[in-house]
């Protein structure tokens, strides 16, 4: 399973930003061979985080209720319920193109939830407000005409929607600092909120059509329009909040986080701007969505590749670290850190029945290389030095139980299998 520890000290300029600490001298030998290693720390609560999540999930809970007694007063129980069901059909493709972005280093599934509670909720409330009060204004000063409806749809909904959407992406930033390490962590939290913000106009949108439409023929085209042909939509534009977001998280500082906040909220808004605003020109809606919107869509998702790329090599240098120190050998990095190393150490663990245990490790190995990087930059390094050590102490524990399989016989497989 693994190669012979290095020899020696760390190589010169390896351990930036404070040197990691070397391990014990029975945990060197451990690396190389199966030693029960020894306990390091205890596991920590985070109050601040804990605290921060259930006011969060209150102000979300109640922005949900509050969207939910919208739409059934808007559209009636049973269209809102065809609606929905509708519905689930893009917010199931954006979030599974969600997860497969985040599966190198999944986010917590609490914060995941969160994100996409604030979008469905918190965000859609933002956006009535707004609405609301802008179309009292627009009444009182000579009703609506084409001229409101198209600033409306080209300027304000653009910057209210990125900026209630973009405020969940940054509220996770600035309290759940510590599971957000870069732009893909930023991208992965924006898609999820968009996914939640999409979700809950889209049942609007669906239920909205089929009260008014006068044949199925008009439900089929309005689903396959926003459903189909524009799932992704809210999550390209959000996403250049959540880059930048997570492009202050690499440098560290909460306050950056907010400055770079505002910048990312500029594309968002002038992407969503060019959406809408096309609209109200092109006769050839999907002329030009194969020669616009198609080509930018794949850009994206050429980002997206990049910045997974990206982690995946930063998390080889910080382990890289580690391994320097006595925590890890090469093969182990192999088998931490590349993405075939991880489908046959997931095999391997198969085999003999410790697959789950081998998920941790990789896990949590993945997550000591980030919260190393988190201390390279000086992000929050008391904080993350907490949480090194307790995850050197899990990930001892999660090597033993490996060591221990690799060292007993396999099983041989039942007859006929």
Avoid: C
Wanted: charged residues 15%.
């Amino acid at each position: 399973m693994s190669t012979p520890a290095p020899q020696g000290g760390p190589p010169p300029g390896a351990p930036v930003g404070g040197a990691v600490l070397a391990a014990p001298a029975d945990m060197q030998a451990h690396a190389a061979q199966p030693l029960h290693p020894p306990q390091l720390a205890r596991p920590r609560r985070d109050t601040g985080i804990l605290l921060g999540a259930i006011i969060g999930y209150i102000v979300v809970g109640v922005a949900i209720l509050l969207v939910i007694a919208y739409l059934a007063l808007v559209l009636g129980g049973t269209i809102l319920f065809i609606a929905g069901f509708m519905a689930l059909i893009p917010l199931t493709i954006v979030l599974l193109g969600a997860w497969w972005l985040d599966r190198w280093e999944p986010e917590p599934i609490g914060v995941r939830i969160f994100a996409f509670l604030w979008g469905a909720g918190s965000s859609i409330v933002i956006a009535l407000l707004v609405d609301t009060a802008a179309q009292v204004f627009i009444k009182a000063h000579g009703g609506p005409n084409g001229v409101t409806e198209f600033v409306q749809a080209v300027v304000q909904a653009p910057m209210v929607e990125e900026g209630a959407k973009g405020l969940g992406v940054l509220l996770i930033f600035l309290v759940a600092n510590k599971y957000f390490d870069g732009p893909v962590d930023g991208i992965v939290y924006a898609a999820t909120v968009a996914a939640g913000f999409a979700f809950s106009e889209n049942i609007q949108y669906f239920g909205l059509g089929i009260a008014d439409a006068k044949s199925l023929g008009d439900v089929i085209f309005l689903f396959v329009l926003r459903g189909l042909l524009s799932p992704f939509a809210h999550a390209m534009f959000t996403s250049m909040t959540g880059l930048f977001i997570g492009l202050a998280a690499l440098r560290g500082g909460r306050w950056l986080g907010v400055l770079f906040a505002i910048i990312g909220w500029i594309p968002a808004v002038l992407l969503h701007a060019f959406w809408n605003g096309s609209l109200s020109f092109v006769s050839d809606f999907f002329g030009y969505y194969l020669v616009v919107q198609v080509p930018l869509f794949v850009l994206t998702i050429v980002m997206v590749v990049l910045l997974r790329r990206r982690e995946v090599r930063l998390t080889q240098q910080r382990l890289g670290d580690y391994a320097a120190a006595g925590w890890f050998n090469q093969g182990d990095i192999i088998s931490i850190a590349t993405p075939g190393g991880r489908r046959q150490a997931r095999a391997w663990a198969a085999m003999r029945g410790v697959r789950p245990v081998m998920k941790n490790y990789i896990r949590d190995a993945t997550r000591l290389a980030l919260t190393r990087n988190r201390i390279v930059v000086g992000r929050d390094r008391a904080s993350a030095q907490l949480d090194e050590a307790a995850l050197l102490t899990r990930i001892s524990t999660e090597r033993a139980q490996l060591r221990a399989a690799a060292a007993a016989p396999v099983a041989p497989p039942p007859p006929g299998f």
